[in-house]
């Protein structure tokens, strides 16, 4: 698959020459792109800095996370869910699925590799990749092709907020939250009110804590399911026959029957319509499982933005102040990319593809970008399909040369 150059350069690293691309990350994205390369036969090599697949579902997801999506719009290319499956599978049954889709196409990480820098070496048109094991012990890749498949949410966002370092409680990130077991009896501020807010705020009031949910800013709260069908589902068919406009004000309205006024609850929804929000602004819609209910019945407290923190309370900008025993900050992710990726034209600042969808898969020199669609599993998926195929049409072209190159020599031997 690689091969050992069996020396060290200048700087006492390890130089490893691989034959085809390296993947850097061994999520979902990168699974996918792996298992498609495989199928092709090309060789190449998977970089991933924990000692797992998946490392962001094994290890930074709460207990009680299932697919917010029906398992036909998350399962990887060549490979779909069980059967017995349900249609919203578990967060234990979505890693099994991983873990037997990467024993199923071979793919074998080099786990416990941190990428600390990827550059293109102009003068010798190749991928320079460097990084640091667990141990402390430096590697090179050289390559020709690089694929970025670290993701959207490879890294959590912590907030500056006045006074929260003064905070003598627990404060932690979502991606750290297992199970509200822990907190039962407390009072627990959840900071944001997106999916894992929602989700953790109805987690904690199941297990008896007392949370008081921050909704600073517009979101919109969608049912799971329209008369028994699921809402993405119900939106993908109106955006393929209707314009997003008309297929959002039909969204809003059945939304509108089942919830009801959420705004008198201190939900507020956004000018824009959910899908215009999300193709646009890449912000995803809430899919409710039960914190609405949770919300109404004043299990789970709305509150407004926040002021500052004390060192067991925290004062609100509509000038109440609540006394909490610990904070959980489900304030979203971001890319790591621009951390270890020395590039700034296919890239942006933020660790994104400046080409929108979807055409933000390939950039130049070979590189490739897979998972940052804005558009979930799916959308990985039909990255790893684009990129696997056009590696694989850079790779035949090469080898039709090389059997060419052969060919000539050795007519050249005969004419002799």
Not at 168 to 173: A, K, L, M, T
């Amino acid at each position: 698959m690689f091969s050992f150059s069996g020396q060290t350069n200048f700087c006492g690293r390890r130089c490893v020459w691989v034959n085809g691309p390296v993947i850097v990350g061994a999520g979902p994205s990168g699974l996918a792109v792996s298992a498609c390369l495989k199928e092709q036969c090309i060789p190449f090599v998977v970089i991933e800095r924990a000692d797992c697949i998946a490392s962001l579902w094994q290890k930074h997801t709460y207990d009680r996370l299932k697919l917010h999506l029906p398992k036909k719009f998350c399962q990887l290319p060549k490979l779909p869910f069980p059967e017995e499956y349900p249609e919203y599978p578990s967060k234990k049954q979505f890693i099994t699925y991983l873990e037997n889709y990467a024993q199923k196409f071979d793919i074998k990480p080099q786990f416990n590799e941190c990428v600390q820098s990827a550059k293109y070496d102009e003068a010798c048109q190749l991928w320079r990749v460097v990084t640091v094991s667990t141990s402390g012990f430096e590697t090179e890749y050289i390559c020709q092709m690089l694929v970025v498949a670290t993701g959207e949410n490879a890294e959590g966002v912590v907030p500056e907020i006045d006074g929260l370092q003064e905070f003598s409680g627990e404060v932690i990130h979502a991606k750290d939250f297992k199970s509200g077991q822990k907190y039962t009896g407390k009072k627990v501020l959840v900071v944001g009110c997106g999916n894992s807010g929602m989700e953790v705020s109805l987690d904690l009031s199941n297990h008896n804590a007392k949370p008081s949910m921050v909704v600073r800013s517009s979101v919109h709260v969608l049912p799971g399911e329209i008369m028994g069908k699921s809402t993405f589902d119900l939106a993908m068919m109106l955006m393929k026959w209707l314009p997003l406009w008309l297929a959002d004000k039909i969204l809003l309205m059945l939304t509108w029957f089942i919830l009801g006024n959420i705004q008198k609850y201190g939900v507020r929804r956004p000018s824009l319509g959910p899908l215009e929000l999300k193709n646009h602004h890449g912000k995803t819609p809430v899919l409710d499982i039960g914190a609405l209910e949770k919300i109404r019945s004043g299990e789970i407290k709305v509150v407004p933005g926040i002021k500052r923190f004390n060192s067991n309370s925290v004062e609100l900008v509509n000038g109440e102040t609540l006394d909490i025993d610990s904070v959980v900050l489900a304030t979203g992710y971001c890319s790591n990319v621009p951390f270890w990726l020395q590039e700034t034209e296919f890239f942006d600042k933020n660790g994104f593809p400046k080409t929108p969808f979807p055409n933000g898969w390939k950039g130049k020199r070979g590189l490739y970008a897979s998972g940052f669609t804005r558009r979930g599993l799916a959308g990985a998926s039909a990255d790893a399909v684009r990129i696997s195929q056009d590696i694989g049409k850079v790779w035949n072209e090469e080898l039709k040369q090389k059997k060419k190159k052969v060919h000539t020599h050795r007519r050249c031997i005969s004419t002799f």
